[in-house]
């Protein structure tokens, strides 16, 4: 099938936001801990974290418009200027789906949906005990993006936490290991399976695909 | 295991390295498809795309900084101001994998690791026969990251293909049938499978996750 994007926007609204969530392929699901400076706590679900450079280790993070909705995630990162990054797995998928659920006021999605906060001393933002990879970051820039009034918060690796059997010799981490998941849209959430680990692609090493 | 920051950039420059580019989770993996003013085409896998906004269609995509290297990509893109995104599968991971390796001047990837182009009337940009998920693009804007000198741009989706089983009635890519590819840091690839779609989350609808 083929369509235009005249044909895209023309289609019934949620099959075309569906598609356009959709396209670009599998998104991490990380939850993202923070912290009011009342000390409230906050946890939210995000699939836009992406990453910007090792040296000095760089996160990004889309946020969407915040003209109408509260967004307390950005709020309490702008106060405190400190956030964790926590890996979604597969044991806590739907708790981690239902943070996306309008809560009254005062209830943290932390007793919500049933989390554990845990904290590194000297940073106030709170991890999530039942994710096995997590991330503590310090804000270092917002990118207002004028084209559709979205955000892009850089943030800087601050603390790592990484379970047992997760990282590998080499410094990569087995996303198999600790049962990361991925989420396609907002909704479809896929399991990981590692299929191939491939050298650095040089040229004289190349099998000849052209004989295929 | 934790670390702080100060005790990560004092490890070994590869393991850093590694651990920085593979934290944040599962990326996608995508070939970027593009076309010089001159006619030649190119070939380059990437999984910094993400998704920026439905309406309009944007999406983004981070360049590491062009100061040393030739980015032909990038040159490509503001040559013609066309791209496209290709999804990698199942059983294009290596030849995609290879895309990256340095070719002589005058070797197209397409013929260097065994692709098909493939093209649309009226946009000049190839896209790649053997993906089943395609997206072409006009460039909309750069977005410069003075922090570390890399680059986000911004296309508008300009058409959409799809193939046959992938897409749900409504509207979502089922990842799992097109047998799109996930890969963590840069060189280790995973399939995805389909664990759960859940509905929008509503406080009223949420099963009892404190009584755990």
Chains 1, 2 share one sequence.
Request: glycine share 8%; net charge negative.
């Amino acid at each position: 099938m083929k369509w235009t994007t005249e044909e895209i926007m023309k289609m019934d609204k949620f099959k075309r936001i569906n598609i356009i969530n959709s396209i670009t392929g599998i998104k991490p699901a990380n939850l993202i801990g923070t912290r009011s400076r009342s000390g409230a706590t906050n946890l939210a679900i995000f699939t836009s974290v992406f990453h910007m450079g090792s040296k000095p280790p760089f996160i990004g993070m889309l946020f969407r418009p915040d003209k109408d909705v509260r967004r307390h995630t950005l709020e309490n990162i702008r106060e405190t200027r400190q956030y964790t990054i926590n890996h979604v797995n597969d044991q806590i998928i739907e708790q981690s789906h239902y943070t996306s659920a309008k809560f009254d006021a005062g209830v943290s999605e932390f007793e919500g949906c049933g989390f554990k906060e845990e904290y590194i001393e000297g940073f106030s933002a709170p991890f999530v005990q039942e994710s096995k990879i997590k991330i503590g970051l310090t804000l270092e820039e917002e990118i207002p993006i004028s084209l559709n009034d979205t955000i892009i918060v850089v943030g800087q690796i601050e603390h790592i936490i990484i379970e047992g059997n997760c990282l590998m010799e080499n410094g990569y981490i087995d996303l198999e290991n600790s049962q990361s998941v991925g989420v396609s849209g907002l909704n479809s959430y896929y399991s990981l399976n590692k299929k191939k680990d491939l050298p650095y692609a040089r040229v004289e090493e190349m099998p000849d695909f052209k004989a295929r």
